[in-house]
């Protein structure tokens, strides 16, 4: 995963007054949906009402110099490069926002750690995480903090008083908080050192696999042993994780992001947690949950009758178009708008989910050569805007009843609501794993190499299977309420992910 995370670069800007960001997507969605009301009763927010609410999501990172606090922040937002400044005693470098041209739906700010007897340091980071706790705008306070220490290979001290005054600060707050070990693998290589000195004739695999048990051993017990320190100093408990930018840690990283998430979601009363997993780039999962929970709101938001900009019935086409902007937000690819919002990936779409609506007794797989020549079409210089629908042949019957058909609890509006969510998230899906063998790619995303997405998703038979369920549940005069409907489409995503629990 770590190829994913490859470039990174964060521009700079002073926290007062407020950043303004180049034309950005978090603007554009907050024009487009400035006017949209949520419906207080059903909290059927969507992924762009967070996004409108909040903005970015606004990290802390605390810890000592050289601990690895940029490179964290560079694997898990998957950006170049986090151009951190010099501290300048005396100024308050914890108070400026950095945030990057290449994710811009976080907003970074970072303490140096508290050494004994810096007081001033310890002081200017409690009265920031005091005031932006009580700020009133959702997006102007704090909504995670990771408190940064290298993983400990021999005895001492792990906390610094500061430190555990922090955490308590914190918890008195209510803001999330985390514990980060990070640069792991150095333990794991002292401890894989150590066994080969003892039997110079072990095979590398075996002591890796040694050393990483011992690692986790010793770092559970510097971390039971924080935990009595914490009890009697009337410290909550605060969780932990361990982390390493180094390739095979990536289940460490994923964790992390977990983690944070369910934090956020238990202490946080709003929709922080979207905002996280929009902002992260190093859990699938993550993505994966928020596109179910809030993705494709805007369906059942219509289905109440409280869809925002409703006047009377939303048509399908309409919707499926909100829940495409809705997941393709989420998953806050870089050029995402631009490639996966375009007219021309709708219909790569479309065409894939057509079979479902289509009265043939069984599923037919979409044609790869069909694929290739849109594609070969939409990226050549002398393309037309839209490139001929015919190719993929959508019919025009198809297309029509798309964009005449009214939202309805109707077996076959139903069908192809699933199916689209579904096929969209899979295809997605099948994009990341993809990006990560390819290092070049680094959250970017193009045509040709989408092309070789969907073209993977088209191999496996997941697809397949999923049409015929489609075709199988929504039969005439059948269809699901709400929850079932969620639940189905949860059930088909899961599947095919586990969240990986680290060691
Ligand atoms: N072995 C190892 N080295 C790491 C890891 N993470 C970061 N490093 C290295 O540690 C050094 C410091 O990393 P940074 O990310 O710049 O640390 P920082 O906490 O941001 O440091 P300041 O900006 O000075 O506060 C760099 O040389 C990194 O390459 C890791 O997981 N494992
Ligand atoms: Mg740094």
Aim: glycine letters at 4%.
């Amino acid at each position: 995963m770590k190829a994913f995370f490859k470039k990174l670069s964060l521009s700079r800007s002073q926290a007062s007054p407020p950043p303004t960001p180049k034309a950005s997507s978090v603007q554009e969605v907050a024009s487009h949906d400035a006017q949209l009301p949520l419906h207080p009763d059903l909290k059927l927010t969507t992924v762009r009402d967070s996004v409108k609410n909040i903005e970015r999501f606004r990290i802390l990172c605390v810890g000592c110099s050289g601990v690895g606090k940029s490179s964290l922040i560079n694997l898990v937002f998957g950006v170049h490069k986090a151009r951190v400044s010099k501290y300048i005693p005396g100024e308050s470098d914890i108070e400026q926002e950095y945030i990057s041209d290449q994710n811009e739906y976080f907003v970074l700010h970072d303490s140096k750690g508290f050494e004994p007897g810096d007081t001033s340091t310890f002081n200017v980071a409690c009265n920031f995480v005091s005031r932006r706790s009580e700020m009133k705008e959702l997006k102007d306070r704090l909504h995670a903090i990771w408190l940064c220490t290298e993983t400990p290979a021999s005895g001492g001290r792990i906390f610094e008083r500061g430190d555990e005054k922090l955490l308590q600060l914190a918890h008195e707050k209510g803001i999330p908080t985390v514990i980060v070990f990070t640069r792991y693998d150095k333990l794991v290589e002292i401890k894989k050192a150590e066994l080969l000195e003892l039997d110079d004739k072990l095979a590398p695999e075996l002591a890796m696999q040694s050393a990483t048990k011992q690692a986790s051993e010793v770092l559970n017990e510097f971390v039971q042993s924080a935990r009595r320190t914490m009890k009697n100093l009337n410290i909550p408990r605060v969780e932990h994780a361990k982390v390493s930018i180094y390739p095979g840690y990536d289940a460490d990283a994923a964790y992390l992001v977990e983690l944070t998430r369910d934090i956020v979601q238990k202490e946080l009363q709003n929709d922080e947690w979207v905002m996280w997993s929009v902002a992260q780039r190093a859990s699938l999962p993550v993505k994966i949950d928020a596109c179910v929970d809030k993705g494709i709101n805007y369906y059942h938001l219509s289905m109440a009758g409280a869809a925002p900009g409703s006047v009377g019935k939303i048509l399908l086409r309409e919707c499926l178009s909100r829940v495409h902007q809705d997941i393709v937000t989420c998953w806050n690819f870089e050029n995402g708008e631009k490639v996966l919002n375009s007219e021309e990936f709708r219909q790569l779409m479309l065409y894939l989910v057509k079979d479902v609506h289509e009265k043939s007794p069984s599923s037919t797989p979409p044609d790869i050569d069909k694929i290739a020549n849109f594609v070969t079409l939409v990226t050549a210089a002398s393309a037309p805007i839209a490139p001929p629908v015919a190719i993929l042949g959508l019919s025009f019957f198809f297309l029509k009843w798309l964009s005449d058909t009214v939202l309805d609890n109707l077996p076959s509006v139903e069908r192809i609501i699933m199916a689209y969510t579904v096929d969209l998230i899979l295809v997605l899906k099948s994009y990341f794993d993809f990006m990560l063998r390819k290092p070049g790619l680094a959250g970017k995303i193009d045509w040709i190499d989408l092309k070789e997405a969907f073209e993977a998703y088209e191999r496996t038979d997941e697809r397949q299977r999923n049409h015929e369920f489609y075709r199988s549940t929504f039969e005439e005069n059948k269809s699901l309420d709400r929850d079932a409907f969620r639940a189905k489409i949860r059930e088909l995503l899961t599947e095919d992910y586990s969240i990986i629990e680290p060691e």
